[in-house]
């Protein structure tokens, strides 16, 4: 479709200025179209019209990618999307109206990358998991994550735009077909997509990676392949180290990165959710060998991978929210006084239970201390103290968990509120499941107010486990006598 | 329009009723049953009762295999009578003139705007083909687009839920959908939609199945609806057909 002008009418909506003209795409900033008596219906919120361009001679996939884009935003929720507003008739005349969002694009932090704090960085990283794991938990995955779909609101969120190449579980996928091709830009596309899966989440993981390793280092973690067996190389290959290009790049940050890279789906973050977590609270990252070597994986290391990696073919995946409901992140909240070993023992043992059944379940394990704890002693070197002690209270007390292959973090929150305190932290981590003591935290108060575990079970949106203690421990002997 | 399609009900009233009632709820305004109104189940009488009601009122009915045999029952003393025969004999004697009338006047398939309706397969209906593949799918819809019509279509017959859609390549590709939810089906791409059966369900769940049609929408839902199995399992036995029957219901296989 060639470009319209200004004043241009479509079904009810007033083009105005054109914001893009891609090569697939037009895009308008459009306004209700004035009624009959000459007024203006106001907007919600401001608008863009996307029209694809079309022309006699345009290959089937984009139109195809058009209408995969428009039934996935049209049932797409949350605010890390575009809001939907209206679509026209694909065979009649295709657009598609959503909500125009001021924001920047990620390039734009990648144009200023020389001045960007590790922190900031972080900050991006955290915003775009958690956008991408919003998506997830809707049964969509983006599958074309890259810096021109990225946009940062001014408050550090994420909304992820073109879901023309994405994939939602619960619908016929239009891209997918017989012949497996590899759908993507071949500078994001995770391993996985390049033999023909879509609908892994963890290919959003290693696009967020990507984007990670070049705002870090300015360099492309796999440079621009234009072949398909450049393509295929990050099906063995592990991208240079970060610190490799620069050394003052701390070693948890490149933990994370190459993390998110690792070839194989199984060694990624198991859930953008995990990404985010890590990305939030670097001094909990377990630094490996990874996250320290300044070289690049040796030669046969990687000529082993390649051997392996010439008989990988396509795999059905599982449904997203089916694959990361596998690796929730449990938050146990653990009191600090008033609280019986029996409690701290039932605890444990539900932990344990959930942790048991879930191999790939990461563990929060949160206290939270009352503010004037730490501020009516003396200042920092106090507060530093009093923190310490907390923090080796709760490894004491997750000592004798089995927690071998479970990622594992312990945090003191500092609050007045205790039940807001946990609700917020689960609600900021994705948190999908938090374990409490049923009668812990104010017990005393129970039949006056609602208390901490019954605020927590009611106002929580995961699942909220309330742990009875077992017998107390000194009650035990009277049982046995 | 909103169309109900309920297929392979197999005399199955308890079944039917509840499908029927949940479609109400959705806002269904047109009516299609694919076939197979009885056979296997205990209430023949009541359900095309049920059924003439809706065809009065302008609902779409076509006929199916297990309806024309029990117009037409194999021989009693036939010595490879199968189950479904026997059923088909008790049927037979239960079946009013104004029944069989009914039966015998079902056309085979039926097309409208888009649409093609049928028990079977497009691909020589009258052979009752089981769409059950890809493949089979595709000779389907390949069938239907030769005769001009489609490119929808609505199918019967195997007892299961399932989406045949074209995407970019140029074979038609499986697809499982998720009950209760709306999945996209717009006019230009074709597909082959195998419905389900109410009156007995084959997937090891014994939840009747329909599925609804939305034209304005564009959109399609596949729906599971409980009901109550144990009462059309009793009613079985209770007019001593075989426990087979039964045992179907109970176990939705």
Not at chain 1, 344 to 369: D, H, K, M, N
Not at chain 1, 383 to 392: G, M
Request: proline content about 7%; some cysteine; hydrophobic content about 45%.
């Amino acid at each position: 479709m060639k470009l319209l002008n200004p004043g241009h009418l479509i079904d009810g909506f007033e083009v105005q200025a054109c914001l893009h003209a891609g090569g697939m795409a037009h895009i308008y900033q459009v306004v209700y179209a004035p009624s009959e008596d000459g007024t203006h219906r106001a907007a919600e919120f401001p608008m863009a019209m996307k029209i694809p361009r079309m022309t006699a001679g345009d290959g089937a996939e984009n139109i195809v990618s058009f209408e995969v884009e428009l039934q996935i935003l049209s049932v797409l929720k949350g605010p890390h999307v575009p809001r939907f507003v209206a679509a026209g008739d694909l065979s009649r005349l295709p657009y598609l109206v959503m909500e125009y969002v001021e924001a920047q694009t990620l390039q734009h932090w990648l144009d200023r990358r020389q001045t960007l704090a590790v922190s900031e960085m972080a900050a991006l990283g955290a915003a775009m998991a958690r956008a991408a794991h919003s998506l997830h938990q809707q049964n969509v995955c983006h599958l074309d994550l890259k810096p021109a779909n990225v946009l940062i609101r001014a408050d550090g969120s994420a909304v992820l735009l073109d879901f023309g190449l994405s994939c939602h579980a619960q619908f016929p996928d239009l891209l997918a077909e017989e012949l497996r091709k590899a759908v993507g830009s071949p500078v994001w596309i995770s391993p996985e997509q390049v033999v023909g899966v879509r609908g892994d989440p963890r290919s959003d993981v290693f696009a967020i990676g990507v984007m990670l390793y070049e705002l870090a280092t300015g360099e492309l973690p796999f440079g621009e392949p234009a072949t398909a067996a450049g393509l295929r190389q990050r099906l063995w290959m592990d991208p240079p180290p970060l610190r490799k290009h620069r050394p003052d790049l701390p070693e948890w940050l490149q933990e994370v990165v190459l993390r998110c890279l690792a070839p194989v789906a199984a060694d990624r973050y198991p859930s953008a959710a995990h990404l985010a977590f890590d990305l939030t609270h670097p001094s909990q990252v377990k630094v490996t060998e990874r996250g320290r070597q300044t070289e690049g994986t040796g030669f046969w290391t990687h000529f082993k991978r390649w051997v392996r990696a010439s008989g990988m073919a396509y795999r059905p995946s599982p449904v997203p929210v089916q694959q990361i409901e596998q690796v929730p992140i449990i938050m146990v909240a653990v009191p600090h006084h008033d609280v019986s070993d029996a409690t701290l023992y039932s605890l444990r043992e539900a932990v344990a239970r959930s942790l048991g059944i879930r191999p790939g379940a990461r563990l929060a394990c949160v206290t939270v201390i009352s503010p004037n704890l730490t501020s009516s002693t003396e200042a920092d070197k106090g507060e530093t103290q009093v923190h310490r002690w907390h923090l080796s209270r709760l490894q004491q007390w997750a000592q004798p968990l089995d927690l071998g292959g479970h990622q594992t973090s312990f945090h003191v929150l500092e609050s007045g509120d205790v039940a807001q305190a946990l609700l917020r932290y689960a609600e900021g981590n994705h948190v999908n499941m938090v374990i409490l003591g049923a009668a812990t935290h104010g017990v005393q108060m129970q039949r006056v107010v609602a208390t901490v575990p019954i605020k927590v079970a009611m106002e929580a949106s995961c699942t909220v486990i309330l742990v009875k203690q077992s017998l107390p421990f000194e009650r035990l002997a009277e049982v046995a006598a | 329009m909103k169309l109900a399609l309920i297929s392979d009900i197999h005399a199955n009233l308890q079944a039917l009723q509840a499908c029927l009632t949940h479609a109400r709820q959705q806002g269904v305004d047109q009516w299609a049953f694919l076939g197979d109104l009885v056979g296997y189940g205990a209430d023949p009488t009541a359900v095309l009762d049920e059924v003439m009601d809706l065809a009065a009122q302008g609902a779409w009915v076509l006929r199916g295999n297990h309806d024309e045999m029990a117009l037409h029952p194999p021989g009693a003393s036939n010595a490879e009578a199968t189950l479904g025969s026997q059923g088909a004999q008790w049927t037979h004697g239960q079946l009013t003139a104004g029944h069989r009338a009914f039966l015998t006047d079902l056309p085979l398939t039926l097309s409208q705007d888009g649409l093609l309706l049928v028990h079977a397969s497009a691909d020589r209906p009258d052979t009752w083909r089981y769409v059950d593949g890809e493949s089979a799918a595709g000779r389907c819809l390949d069938q239907a687009l030769a005769q001009q019509q489609g490119p929808h279509v609505l199918v019967g017959h195997v007892h299961h839920q399932a989406l045949y859609y074209r995407g970019t390549g140029r074979h038609l590709m499986k697809f499982d959908p998720t009950p209760g939810l709306p999945m996209p089906t717009p006019v230009h791409r074709p597909m082959v939609a195998s419905v389900g059966s109410c009156g007995q369900p084959r997937d090891g769940s014994p939840r009747a199945m329909y599925a609804i049609y939305d034209r304005r929408a564009q959109k399609m839902v596949f729906h599971r609806v409980p009901y109550n199995h144990l009462d059309a399992a009793a009613a079985i036995r209770r007019a001593g057909l075989p426990e087979f029957f039964a045992q179907r219901l109970e176990l939705g296989r």
